[in-house]
């Protein structure tokens, strides 16, 4: 089935920029989704379609994709975007329906 | 407001079963796919099966294949899973999730299975 990677961990200091990339063959070629998930909690959906907002996800949050890689971007980062962070994508090819990355760490410094 | 509640899970031994239930509310539940995603301790979330968009295919991962089943009540606006033949690395949170088209729109809070003798 198809394989996304994520690093481990990114640090960031506070009000600085985090990026988050996701890897995968030609990645570019499909839908990226982006989850967060913080301790003791469920993950919640920050960005779908590679760069779309859902409603109540700050405008720091954004996205995009293209080649092999697919970034998370998270600007002025504050002190609650402390999680761990997921990409996904859709695998139609395959009975795996949903992929998804192997999570990063984010550290706010 | 979307709401999404699993139980079911517990403690079992190897080679038991568990059924994990998600009463859903909030949405019109049968024109939505659902999923079960996993997530073992420490590590990151792993799909576990789920329908369609139709609603008429049935999906599941490799490595629950032949022991877990999907199903759904729409009556009941309810999703479960059954698990059989269950493994130590079946130990997890499971979370029933609301399908969004390509992604997971929204998520239950999860319900803990260990699988431990």
């Known amino acids: 089935s198809y394989v996304l990677t994520q690093p481990p961990s990114v640090s960031v200091a506070p009000g600085k920029t985090a990026t988050i990339p996701c890897g995968g063959n030609n990645i570019g070629r499909k839908s990226v989704h982006w989850y967060q998930q913080k301790p003791g909690q469920a993950p919640v959906l920050v960005m779908y379609?590679?760069?779309d907002r859902p409603s109540g996800i700050p405008e720091r949050f954004s996205g995009s994709n293209s080649g092999n890689t697919a970034t998370l971007t998270i600007s002025r980062v504050e002190a609650g975007d402390e999680a761990d962070y997921y990409c996904q994508v859709w695998d139609s090819s395959s009975n795996h329906l949903y992929v998804f990355g192997t999570g990063t760490k984010v550290t706010v410094l | 407001e979307v709401q999404l509640l699993e139980s079911g899970g517990g403690v079992v031994q190897p080679g038991g079963s568990l059924r994990l239930s998600c009463s859903a509310s909030?949405?019109?539940?049968?024109?939505?796919?659902m999923s079960w995603v996993r997530q073992a301790p420490g590590k990151g979330l792993e799909w576990v099966s789920g329908?369609?968009?139709?609603?008429?295919?049935?999906y599941y991962s490799d490595s629950v294949k032949g022991r877990f089943t999907i199903s759904r009540d729409n009556s009941k606006n309810t999703v479960y899973l059954q698990m059989d033949s269950l493994r130590g690395e079946d130990t997890g949170i499971y979370y029933c999730?609301?399908?969004?088209?390509?992604?997971?729109?929204?998520w239950g809070q999860g319900t803990l299975v260990t699988v431990s003798s």
């Open positions: 379609y590679d760069s």
């Open positions: 329908f369609s968009d139709s609603g008429l295919d049935i």
């Open positions: 909030g949405f019109t539940f049968g024109t939505y796919a």
């Open positions: 999730a609301k399908d969004g088209g390509q992604w997971l729109e929204d």
